[in-house]
């Protein structure tokens, strides 16, 4: 369905998108993920037509993307980060106006935009000023104006940003009913548990370039452990015993947290009785243990680090 093939963008000396490629399949929903500043927005502006890259092509359905006017851009609908809006007019008026834009008129704009509205939770506001909506909402009359021509293919760039719970849930009931329908979706978010709900995949993307192109289960294997035993300690000290520990071969990593002893492994079963024995024999008292897996941020902090961006 999309295509991007090596693309570069840079603003003077610096290169805001780096030699990006990567596919997304029809009817496959791809989360795009990187720190502020990666270059996310800038990739999506590229995909969309509103960006005209240095180097590089973009591809829908293996035809390539020439400009702000191609037709091709008929195929996408784009939900930007920041609000598209009218807020003087009233909602069914910011569709009439956008969807003239895509040579909507008469019985099919109507229809088409009742059945966003429909889909966005929005049909008993349709007369209301946008102004009086609340952020949630604008932010689904957004999608709603994205889905008006019926595109096969739907860029959301960070679309829940300042949204409460209720609209959060709502936005991505929508887009699983969208996925339900065979819609290609390319998702944008700082927010990991977005993207573990709703994606197949994950392009993760820093300083311009694609650090990773997988499934969830693919990244996981990325990490250095499987697994993460949390143990409350008593009287926990840093002490020489700790350095020891660092030296078992059941263990890939060790950091205490204040009382909490927080170690790496691979093998939950076997690896586990052998570090609490380890430490019984050394008088290291303990009351309770608990086992998880790393998660999205995990890996995400894995890949790119955790010094501040702007």
Known sequence: MLAVRELRKAYGTHIAVDGVSFDVRKGETIGLLGPNGA????????????LRPDSG?????????????DPLKHQIGLVPQDLALFDELPASDNLS???????????????????????????????????????????????????????????????????????????????????????TLLYTTHYMEEAERLCDRLVVIDHGKVIAN??????????????????????????VWL????????????????????????NLSADTPAILQWLNDRGRRFTHVMSERPDLETVFLNLTGRRLRD
């Open 39 to 50: 270059g996310k927005t800038t990739t999506v502006s590229v995909i969309s037509g509103l």
């Open 57 to 69: 092509q973009v591809l829908i359905n293996g035809h390539a993307v020439t400009g702000d006017t």
């Open 97 to 183: 106006f956008f969807g003239a834009l895509y040579q909507l008129e008469g019985t099919k704009l109507k229809t088409a935009s009742a059945q966003a509205l429909e889909l966005v939770g929005l049909s008993d506001r349709a007369k209301d000023k946008v102004g009086t909506f609340s952020g949630g909402m604008k932010r689904r009359l957004n999608l709603a104006v994205a889905l008006l021509h019926d595109p096969d293919l739907l860029l959301l760039d960070e679309p829940t940003v300042g949204v409460d719970p209720q609209s959060r849930n709502a936005i991505f009931e929508n887009l699983e009913a969208l996925k339900k329908r065979g819609k």
């Open 214 to 239: 997988d499934t969830l289960q693919g990244l996981y294997r990325m990490l250095p452990v499987a697994n993460v035993l949390s143990i409350q300690m008593e009287n926990a000290d840093a002490g």
């Open 243 to 266: 350095q020891e520990m660092r030296t078992m071969a059941r263990v890939r990593s060790v950091e205490l947290k204040g009382e909490i002893l927080v170690v790496g492994v691979n």
